[in-house]
């Protein structure tokens, strides 16, 4: 079960955007989602275009390394560091930091334009959702229309893997809003103000996460 501490990170945002309150409860299923794959082992997968393709690795950088708090390289895997590279151990444990598993499909520019020129450029997201995904794992797709079709492909072949499904979009959802687990779609039309909403956001879903996984009890 998600903590309270970390749930609590939704109302900051919402006091911060009060506007995005009618995203209160897809926010929190969202989370619960998140931090459910993550207990279990599993990873994230983030995909989207342009602007969204950018939020993308801002989000695999922000779970893959620290963000707001410390996280510190637990005994157990400190103990290995000196069994296997005790000359670089203390080294490894002063600057490696917890991860949550996370990437970034937009990152793969060989296999991406490999497989646009040789297949079909809007399967390329789907073909790394094949390739990388396993039942239990999130992909969360960002698409600002609702309708990006290499986005929704990605979604598509997600469900048929069995892996669950965050939409991060505008007012309308698009089809994404009907393909997806759990559809956030922020209150704005235009394309820039809806990315506006996206940023803080997904900020808000890393800090409650770092909070769940790496904070105090």
Known sequence: MTKAASKLKIEEL?????ALSVCRDSLNDALDMLCESFRSGHKLMVC???GSAADAEHIV???MKGFLL???IDEELYRRMREICPDEADYFRENLQGALPAVALVDQAALNTAFANDQAADLSFAQQVLGLGRAGDVLLAITT?????NVL?????AKVKGIGTIALTGRSGGRARTLADVSVCVPEDETYRIQEYHLPIYHM????LEQEFFGEE
Do not use: F, K
């Not at 919402?14 to 009060?18: G, T, V």
């Not at 492909?153 to 072949?157: D, E, R, W």
């Open 48 to 50: 989207g275009n342009g």
């Open 61 to 63: 950088g922000e779970l």
């Open 145 to 149: 229309s609702g309708n990006s079709r």
């Open 70 to 72: 410390p996280r510190t």
């Open 205 to 208: 879903l890393c800090m409650a």
């Open 14 to 18: 919402i006091s911060r955007y009060p």
């Open 153 to 157: 492909y990605a979604m598509q072949t």
